[in-house]
Nanobody, 114 residues
Framework: VQLQACGGGSVQTRESLRLSCKAS????????MGWYRQAPGKQRELVGT???????NYADSVKGRFTFSRDNARRTLYLQMNSLKPDDTAVYYCSTRFRGRDYWGQGTQVTVSS
């Protein structure tokens, strides 16, 4: 199983970024996929999830600003981040559970400056 996340970068407050995560080795279309983030000095936290039927759940801190989507044909997960804030600065990871084991992408850095 491989999850390859990309799309991070450095932006200013209120700008946007789109992350993507390409999966291999799993039946992507039926797997719930998740985005997590870890800020410096903090524990990794759940940003949200998107299910196989495209049902989404978001952390309160990102509701209304972040949007998850998935392209099952491309086996790719997306995270559209709008109205970014300095508090969104973190390494972002995509994740999934497959056959009882959690898998993580390598992480992509998002830095938001004021």
């Amino acid at each position: 199983v491989q999850l390859q996340a990309c799309g991070g970068g450095s932006v200013q407050t209120r700008e946007s970024l789109r992350l993507s995560c390409k999966a291999s080795g799993i039946n992507f279309s039926i797997n719930t996929m998740g985005w997590y983030r870890q800020a410096p000095g903090k524990q990794r936290e759940l940003v949200g999830t998107i299910g196989s039927s495209h049902t989404t759940n978001y952390a309160d801190s990102v509701k209304g600003r972040f949007t998850f989507s998935r392209d099952n044909a491309r086996r790719t997960l997306y995270l559209q981040m709008n109205s970014l804030k300095p508090d969104d600065t973190a390494v972002y990871y995509c994740s999934t559970r497959f056959r009882g084991r959690d898998y993580w992408g390598q992480g992509t850095q998002v830095t938001v400056s004021s």
